[in-house]
Each structure stands twice: as structure tokens, then as C-alpha cells.
């Protein structure tokens, strides 16, 4: 619980120190110590006194209604995905302790999932976990990111991947772009799963070991579906373009498929091609 109240004290803080008074209709008052708004200008803009809002901030145990929610998303100028994600560390459902998904190790794939893959053939595709460990990919993903089968399985993680290894900061070529759509989704699932002790264990250890990493997650966004444009530069085809689409995947695991379509009207598909006959 106090993993919870922490999150969403972070969250609130981030996403008022984002919005100037001019963007929520204010005057711009004195000089600012800070970015953003004020405490008691969030409360005023969400119609609740000072007093409980900042006890919302502080992630104190008070009684939080959806309808006093709305009135913060709308004060803090959230959208969609965010908003979901404030009701996720907000709104306690008592089950926080229900069993989680299975673990990396245990995942096993359905043939029909593996299949799609396989006939995704053009397309590099990866299906990550809840905790953004990779447990599939196809044999385009291999040739355009990876050889994930050189990779040992408990160093098979996305985010990991993103921070420790050159192949990736080479390739993409706005890598803070490519990492934050990633942190983005990891942000989602921390919400879900935010009385899990692993993220907390494991963001610890990438603050801890990648500076850039604590920067980047103190100002990701909230996407659970983000749909990316992104230009590589292969070290064997050159410039490549493709686009992102995350799809979930329903079943007992929560799973989800990354899918890299070649953009259109480039000559991406027929340079993934000939490195394929190549390989």
C-alpha cells in the first residue's frame, strides 16, 4: 500500500509541475519557485479544498470517489491513459494481492501466437510480459534489433536492453524517443501491478545504474498503446522506417505483441528482405 501511495504522490507532482497557470486559465501571479501550478491552484481548479488535495499528493489513506477523481484528471489536464493510470493507484480495489501473471520462465506460447509471428515474416515482432521481459519474437526482430537467442533469458528485458546495450542506441535514431514509448507501456504496467514488489526492486536498480534512466522516468508519459513512427539506421541496410502498434494479447499471461510494420513509400520491406536472403 505504501508502494501505491508513493506512486501516486510521484505522479500527482509530475503532472502538476507540467502545466503553467496560463495553460489552466490562471494569472500568472507572483515569481515561482517551482514549475507548474500550485497545490491550492489544483484544488481550486478541481473544486476540493486545499487541505484534501494535498493529503491526495502526500499518498495519505483518505476516501477518494471517482467523481472527485475526474475533477483532478481534468484540473491536471490528463488524458485517456492517464487518467486510467491515476484511478489504478487511486482507486484501491481491495485485490491488489490477487495472484499476478505468470513469471518470464513460465510463459509458454501458444502455437497460434507463434504462427502469427512466423507468418509476420516482414514485420519484426516481439511479445514482452508485464514486466517488459521478452518472451517471443520472430526472425525479422532478430535481424533488425537483436539475436535475442545470444541473450540469457533473465537479461531479456526491454528496458535493460534499451540502457545497457549499444546495439540499440545505435539503431535507433532518436533513441530517447524509441526508449520513452517503452517506458511509457512500463509505466502502465506499474500502475497495474504497482503492489508488486519487483518494480520497485527493479526501478531502484535502474536509477541506481543508468542516470539517464532516472531522468527519462521522471518525465515518461502514460501510454498503454502507443503508436510510434521510428527511423533506424541498420548497420548493414541503412536508413529503415517503421511504425509501431502494440496489441494486447488476451489470455492467462498478460502479454502483449510489438509489431514493426515497414513504413509506406520507403524501401524499407525490400531491405529487410535482402537482409533476410542474406542471413
Same mark, same amino acid.
Given at each position: 500500500?505504501?508502494?501505491?501511495?508513493?506512486?501516486?504522490?510521484?505522479?500527482?507532482?509530475?503532472?502538476?509541475?507540467?502545466?503553467?497557470?496560463?495553460?489552466?486559465?490562471?494569472?500568472?501571479?507572483?515569481?515561482?519557485?517551482?514549475?507548474?501550478?500550485?497545490?491550492?491552484?489544483?484544488?481550486?481548479?478541481?473544486?476540493?479544498?486545499?487541505?484534501?488535495?494535498?493529503?491526495? #499528493?502526500?499518498?495519505?489513506?483518505?476516501?477518494?470517489?471517482?467523481?472527485?477523481?475526474?475533477?483532478?484528471?481534468?484540473?491536471?489536464?490528463?488524458?485517456?491513459?492517464?487518467?486510467?493510470?491515476?484511478?489504478?493507484?487511486?482507486?484501491?480495489?481491495?485485490?491488489?494481492?490477487?495472484? *499476478?501473471?505468470?513469471?518470464?520462465?513460465? !510463459?509458454?506460447?501458444?502455437?497460434?501466437?507463434?504462427?502469427?509471428?512466423?507468418?509476420?515474416?516482414?514485420?519484426? !515482432?516481439?511479445?514482452?510480459?508485464?514486466?517488459?521481459?521478452?518472451?517471443?519474437?520472430?526472425?525479422?526482430?532478430?535481424?533488425? /534489433?537483436?539475436?535475442?537467442?545470444?541473450?540469457?533469458?533473465? #537479461?531479456?528485458?526491454?528496458?535493460?536492453?534499451? /540502457?545497457?546495450?549499444? #546495439?540499440?542506441?545505435?539503431?535507433?535514431?532518436?533513441?530517447?524517443?524509441?526508449?520513452?514509448?517503452?517506458?511509457?507501456?512500463?509505466?502502465?504496467? *506499474?500502475?497495474? *501491478?504497482?503492489?508488486?514488489?519487483?518494480?520497485?526492486?527493479?526501478?531502484?536498480?535502474?536509477?541506481?545504474?543508468?542516470?539517464?534512466?532516472?531522468?527519462?522516468?521522471?518525465?515518461?508519459?502514460?501510454?498503454?498503446?502507443?503508436?510510434?513512427?521510428?527511423?533506424?539506421?541498420?548497420?548493414?541496410?541503412?536508413?529503415?522506417?517503421?511504425?509501431?502498434?502494440?496489441?494486447?494479447?488476451?489470455?492467462?499471461?498478460?502479454?502483449?505483441?510489438?509489431? *514493426?510494420?515497414?513504413?509506406?513509400?520507403?524501401?524499407?520491406?525490400?531491405?529487410?528482405?535482402?537482409?533476410?536472403?542474406? #542471413?
Amino acid at each position: 500500500m505504501l508502494i501505491r501511495r508513493q506512486a501516486l504522490s510521484d505522479f500527482l507532482k509530475g503532472q502538476r509541475a507540467k502545466i503553467s497557470p496560463e495553460a489552466a486559465g490562471l494569472p500568472p501571479g507572483a515569481r515561482r519557485r517551482t514549475p507548474g501550478l500550485r497545490r491550492e491552484e489544483v484544488a481550486q481548479l478541481a473544486g476540493v479544498s486545499t487541505t484534501w488535495y494535498t493529503w491526495l #499528493e502526500q499518498g495519505r489513506d483518505i476516501q477518494v470517489s471517482s467523481s472527485v477523481l475526474d475533477n483532478v484528471a481534468k484540473a491536471l489536464q490528463l488524458n485517456a491513459d492517464e487518467r486510467r493510470y491515476l484511478y489504478s493507484l487511486a482507486m484501491d480495489s481491495g485485490d491488489s494481492g490477487a495472484a *499476478y501473471p505468470v513469471r518470464q520462465g513460465e !510463459v509458454q506460447l501458444s502455437p497460434s501466437l507463434q504462427k502469427i509471428m512466423s507468418e509476420l515474416r516482414l514485420c519484426p !515482432v516481439m511479445i514482452s510480459d508485464r514486466m517488459c521481459n521478452i518472451v517471443g519474437w520472430n526472425r525479422a526482430a532478430s535481424i533488425v /534489433f537483436l539475436d535475442f537467442d545470444q541473450i540469457p533469458p533473465e #537479461e531479456r528485458n526491454i528496458i535493460r536492453l534499451l /540502457f545497457t546495450r549499444r #546495439e540499440f542506441r545505435r539503431l535507433a535514431v532518436n533513441w530517447e524517443q524509441f526508449a520513452s514509448g517503452f517506458l511509457a507501456m512500463f509505466r502502465t504496467y *506499474y500502475g497495474q *501491478y504497482v503492489d508488486d514488489e519487483w518494480y520497485d526492486h527493479f526501478l531502484e536498480e535502474m536509477k541506481r545504474q543508468h542516470p539517464d534512466f532516472k531522468q527519462m522516468w521522471e518525465q515518461s508519459q502514460v501510454s498503454y498503446a502507443p503508436e510510434v513512427h521510428l527511423e533506424f539506421r541498420h548497420a548493414k541496410a541503412g536508413k529503415m522506417v517503421y511504425e509501431l502498434t502494440s496489441l494486447k494479447v488476451y489470455g492467462d499471461a498478460d502479454l502483449r505483441c510489438s509489431i *514493426y510494420t515497414p513504413a509506406p513509400d520507403t524501401n524499407t520491406e525490400a531491405k529487410l528482405r535482402q537482409l533476410m536472403e542474406e #542471413e
